[in-house]
């Protein structure tokens, strides 16, 4: 950061820039509105001088703006819209309006860690299944916001940690203990590069208590969906052709494990009368459509990041904590004994 004497102005931004000062107010204030290439051409510049936005108006507003931002993926998933309502609802009571910001691509998201921290228009921040990078949790760290992360960790950020490994383990062990010895794995294939992956450590859980009976998981077994009511058909078609055929499925998604049934169905295979299904998030309509699942209470989980948050705010000193959701299996239609 450069030493100055005098406190640097939007005018020498654009200028150093090599942009107009509308394209500054831009990035500032709607970066999705600015080419990746440019926002970080002039968020270098904004770096290096150190620059903060009408400094001393910031400096009074940034007292208390009586805001909590929550910045999420654009997933219209029924996990983020419970883990939302968590939030909405802990915040219904308290003095803060909440505000939303969407996340649909990486530039989005780098655009708004990248200005929320300097812009002084939020007490707190909820960061929702997204990832962290070092210079933007430096960033975070520098400015008087107070931020919890949701399923990221970091070591100077709060944050609510979904116990994956774990409940992929609750899932295997359910489904071992009805007698199943050959079970599948679903997943999507098709993950934006700004979501964070915890199929893979459901993954990981459900493969380790398999290897710990003595049952394989062969990689014809593990199968990637598509998106669509086809692509999902083919695959499992290419799996219940197979000569020995899963008896059972883990989805690490309850909203991808409907989908499965209900497609499982159109080729005749019922659930949970020829295959065994169980999900993973405990969404609502889960127990609406009988959906054995691994629930992690999420929106508890959304409710308990407002309670973290709003506990800092009162006290920034607070030391950071962790807290980890304890998931459960939740028994219900969709998975059977078997002989």
């Not at 979501?195 to 893979?200: F, Q, R, Y």
């Not at 295959?275 to 459509?289: K, L, Q």
């Amino acid at each position: 950061m450069a030493d100055r004497e005098t406190p640097a102005t939007i005018y020498d931004v654009a200028r150093l820039s090599g942009v107009s000062i509308a394209t500054v107010s831009r990035v500032l204030n709607a970066p999705e509105k600015v080419s990746d290439a440019t926002r970080r051409k002039v968020m270098a510049v904004i770096n290096e001088l150190g620059f903060v936005p009408k400094a001393e108006a910031r400096a009074r507003a940034l007292q208390r703006t009586g805001r909590i931002g929550v910045v999420t993926p654009f997933f219209t998933s029924p996990s983020f819209v419970d883990r939302l309502r968590g939030v909405a609802s802990a915040l219904a009571n308290s003095p803060y309006e909440l505000v939303i910001y969407t996340v649909d691509s990486m530039g989005r998201l780098e655009g708004y860690l990248s200005t929320l921290p300097i812009m002084g228009n939020l007490d707190g921040l909820i960061l929702l299944s997204l990832p962290l990078d070092e210079d933007i949790a430096q960033r975070l760290l520098a400015s008087p916001i107070q931020t919890v992360l949701v399923e990221q960790v970091h070591p100077k950020f709060s944050s609510i940690v979904v116990q994956d490994r774990i409940g992929g383990r609750l899932a295997a062990e359910h489904l071992v203990s009805l007698g199943h010895r050959r079970c599948a794995y679903l997943y999507f294939d098709q993950h934006p590069e700004y979501s964070i992956h915890p199929e893979v450590q459901r993954l990981v859980g459900f493969r380790e208590v398999l290897n710990e009976h003595g049952l394989s998981l062969p990689d014809e077994y593990i199968k990637y969906l598509p998106v669509t009511r086809i692509g999902i058909k083919e695959k499992l078609c290419a799996l219940f052709e197979l000569p020995e055929p899963p008896t059972a499925i883990f989805v690490p998604a309850d909203d991808l494990a409907i989908r499965v049934i209900h497609r499982a169905r159109d080729l005749g295979v019922h659930t949970p009368r020829d295959i065994s299904v169980i999900g993973f998030d405990g969404i609502g309509i889960a127990e609406h459509v009988d959906l054995t699942t691994i629930n992690q209470s999420l929106v508890e989980s959304g409710q308990m990041a407002v309670e973290l948050l709003l506990a800092q705010l009162a006290d920034p000193s607070r030391p950071v904590q962790q807290i980890r959701i304890h998931v459960q299996l939740v028994e219900r239609g969709t998975t059977r004994q078997i002989a």
